[in-house]
């Protein structure tokens, strides 16, 4: 069950902010297009990084990576919706 939600569109954003006590992340797409990740201070390129499927059970993310910035990008113009849980 996500305990926070989170959306993407085809212009980079900031869809989870950065947490310092944050040990693990997972998130799940559950709308629209294919989603792709960036970490901290990088930007989402279609096409390339991690990439999270509509459908997909979940990504999980742990460490030092968990407690950074996440920003997400759509693959088309459309807009994809997902949820998170952290613990």
Same mark, same amino acid.
């Given at each position: ?14 869809? =989870? ?9 997972? =998130? ?15 930007? !989402? ?6 990439? =999270?499927?509509?459908?997909? !059970? &979940? &990504? ?6 968990? &407690?950074?910035? =996440? ?12 949820? &998170?849980?952290?613990?």
């Amino acid at each position: 069950m996500a305990v926070g939600t989170w959306t993407a569109s085809a212009t980079a954003s900031t869809a =989870i902010a950065e947490d310092m006590s944050r040990g693990n992340l997972e =998130i799940q797409h559950t709308s629209g297009e294919e989603v792709y990740l960036a970490f901290g201070d990088d930007t !989402p390129v279609v096409g390339s990084g991690i990439r =999270i499927s509509n459908g997909q !059970p &979940y &990504y999980r993310v742990q460490g030092t990576h968990a &407690y950074k910035a =996440i920003k997400m990008i759509c693959d088309t113009a459309e807009t994809a919706g997902g949820g &998170y849980a952290q613990a």
